[in-house]
């Protein structure tokens, strides 16, 4: 088909072959960086498709340049940076890709876990910076993970993921949800309130989407809820965690320490976070190995094609988009 499609990010090469060899044209950001908001306004107009990651905002301003449009395909599981009403009105379909991530980023939870209580990154600048001058009984302790009390705050495919992996590590499982789980339930794991989910737990681990109620879901108030022997775990997206409140949280004492891959504010830091040695952060790779992200490209690309043939794409968010279909 002779359709003119937009890719915001380079993706793995084999996604896009799929969409050169489904459609007629295929630009794809020449950077290797997010497009500015200025670069997308100008490379969106007049398409038939688009396929943007989280780092573009998808809107009126943005769905006025392109009349034609048949839909909108995201290289991620969220979408929050769609206005997927305003899409769904003009009868144009958003898909996603779900499922293709969900062991890779409950990995890299369980690979935050122990770092943050091990103290792996730290421990490793240590002997890189040649302070290691043997062994002692005292040297750079950390936690336990083994036995201690996980709790899941948000039961969907990637929060029961990381609830699976802890039976191999004798673990106590609490979740939180906006509405009860029995495949989470199936693993052992009990139900409770957030708050007293944050009181019990010696691990809390973020598993739940963006929206407007569950930004700043963890602040001042719940930091202060936890254990001082706790760690936050925040895998999911940076907003969910106010993080002022947890830079003093974690310089004061009021937790143990943190694991997170994502950013109030992505790619800045919250001023003061960087210098505390009881965080370990990673470069949002939650879903970064090879194989993973070959399979979202894929998934995407394939959502894509379909939308712009005209067919119903396999992964919609917005099925009432055919509703408004004129």
Known sequence: MNSNVLVTRRIPDESIGMLEAACGVVDVNPHDRAMTREEFLAAARDRDGLLCLLTEDIDDEVLDLSPDLKGVAIYAVGYNNIDVDACTRRGIPVTNTPDVLTDTTADIAWALMFAAARRVAEGDRYVR????????????????????????????????????????????????????????????????????????????????????????????????LMKSTAYLINTTRGPVVDEKALVRALRDGVIAGAG????????????????????????????????????????????????VNGADPPNCVNPEWKEYRT
């Open 260 to 307: 997170l891959d994502v950013f109030e504010r992505e790619p800045e830091l919250e001023p003061g976070l960087a210098d505390l040695e009881n965080v370990v952060m990673l470069p949002h790779v939650g879903s970064g190995t090879v194989a993973t992200r070959i399979r979202m490209g894929n998934t995407a690309a394939a959502n894509l094609i379909a939308m």
């Open 129 to 224: 910076e040649g302070r290691f001058s043997g062994w002692g009984p005292l040297l750079m302790l950390g936690s336990d993970v083994t036995g201690a009390t996980l709790g899941i705050v948000g039961a969907g495919r990637i929060g029961t993921a990381t609830a699976k992996r802890a039976a191999g590590f004798s673990m106590p499982i609490v979740y939180a949800s906006r509405r009860r789980s029995e495949a989470i339930e199936r693993l052992g794991a009990r139900y409770l309130p957030l708050d007293d989910l944050l009181r019990e737990s010696d691990f809390v681990s973020l598993h739940v989407p963006l929206t407007t109620e569950t930004t700043h879901l963890i602040s001042e108030r719940e930091l202060d």
